[in-house]
């Protein structure tokens, strides 16, 4: 795992953002897994920048969303095919046909779920996951006690989580208590997995996945088990980490073959 120090919030959009451009300047027709929520949202603007400015093409480029909510009608402003639309689709003149995201909807949940682990197959697999942290631990909506051979299902959100969701809609009342998403294992099926943490409230969950036992209670620390897994966060974030200097370190004297436009500022 490689854990990147960043002075600020826009920063570890900038890194990160350049870890998925790679991606898709090396194959335009990259798979993408996409994550919602606050942390994601700085890498996202980076990368419609480059798209404005014509350095990017993202037309051919394919994405597979996280999770979904279960319940919430896909026109909802916060149903996760609407966000998906508004904060990526469209800034980054994506295809919609090529996006997908699980059918929260859906009246055979079950059977959405098994059908969106073929289209993920069928796509040839995830390059490159995008991946935000809960202060719980969680990624996706895997919340703890999540098992690491577990694949897209439904999930029961936990009371803190949808706590902090609430922020999003107009009341606490209207955060759903259910969702589809992919499991541990699907996200480790992944050929690199960029995860991004900001703030001060995600610094122990960050601590824990990092440095802390690999274990269910944090289902975060999975990424210690991936080949190619890289951690970008802010100083509030990495507040935490005891080997932070060591990180920095290591950032700074990247071998070439390792480097990517992020890493030589």
Not at 89 to 106: E, I, N, T
Not at 138 to 163: C, D, M, Y
Request: charged share 25%; with cysteine.
């Amino acid at each position: 795992m490689q854990v990147v120090i960043a002075d600020g919030p826009e920063e570890v959009g900038r890194i990160a953002a350049a870890k998925l451009a790679q991606a898709v300047r090396r194959r335009p027709g990259a798979v993408l897994g996409l994550a919602t929520g606050s942390s994601p949202l700085a890498i996202y603007r980076e990368l419609a920048v480059g798209r404005r400015e014509g350095r990017l093409d993202f037309s051919a480029v394919r994405a597979f969303a996280l999770d979904e909510y279960v319940g919430l009608p896909l026109e909802h402003p916060q149903s996760y095919h609407s966000v998906i639309r508004r904060e990526v689709v469209l800034p980054l003149g994506m295809d919609p046909a090529l996006v997908h995201v699980p059918d929260g909807s859906a009246e055979d949940l079950p059977g959405a779920c098994a059908a969106y682990e073929r289209l993920i197959r069928e796509a040839g697999g995830i390059d490159v996951q995008i991946l935000g942290i809960g202060r719980n631990g969680h990624i996706g909506f895997n919340e703890p006690t999540s098992s690491f051979a577990s694949r897209t299902r439904i999930k029961t959100l936990a009371p803190r989580t949808r706590a902090d969701n609430a922020r999003f809609f107009d009341s606490p009342e209207e955060v759903p208590t259910h969702c589809l998403t992919q499991g541990l294992a699907t996200i480790l099926e992944a050929r690199q997995l960029v995860l991004v943490a900001q703030g001060e409230a995600k610094a122990d969950a960050v601590a824990r996945m990092v440095e802390g036992p690999l274990t269910s209670m944090c289902p975060g620390s999975a990424l210690q088990l991936h080949p190619d897994a890289t951690v970008v966060v802010d100083e509030a974030a990495a507040s935490r980490l005891e080997l932070a200097d060591y990180y920095r370190y290591t950032f700074e004297h990247l071998p070439s073959w390792q480097r990517y436009d992020g890493a030589d500022g």
